[in-house]
């Protein structure tokens, strides 16, 4: 007889303990993951690097593919794309710079071989 109720002891005083243990885990989880959350909020975006520098006097097929986004070796219908997107985002009639508009086509002209050099205006 006394086995019997020290098992039933045990048993109906170990599920309160479980239960605490199970709650316990549960909140620590919680305040872990917030703090894992909050601290992926507070990190500085990681933007695209760009190209730093300034333009070079006369623009070399290198800078061209730079300002286009592309490889030197892109086939022309690429480069055609690329300065389609790149002349979008940066056209005079949407609020982009002549200055920029120019050399941006300049560098598909480089590209395409249709110049040798610095032709542009400004």
């Excluded at 333009?55 to 061209?64: G, L, S, V």
């Excluded at 490889?71 to 794309?81: F, L, N």
Aim: charged fraction near 20%; aromatic fraction near 10%; charge should be positive.
């Amino acid at each position: 007889m006394g086995f019997n109720w020290q098992v039933r002891f045990v048993v109906n005083c170990g599920t309160p303990l479980v239960a605490g243990l199970a709650v316990a885990a549960a909140a620590l989880a919680g305040r872990y993951g917030i703090q894992a959350w909050q601290a992926f909020k507070a990190r500085p975006p990681t933007l695209r690097k760009f190209y730093e520098g300034g333009f070079q006097p006369t623009m070399t097929r290198r800078e061209a593919a730079l300002i286009l986004g592309i490889r030197e070796s892109t086939p022309a219908d690429k480069v055609k794309e690329a300065h389609r997107k790149v002349m979008v985002a940066n056209h005079p009639d949407a609020g982009g710079s002549h200055y920029l508009a120019s050399k941006i086509n300049e560098a598909k002209d480089m590209m395409l071989g249709k110049t040798r050099g610095s032709e542009s205006a400004f």
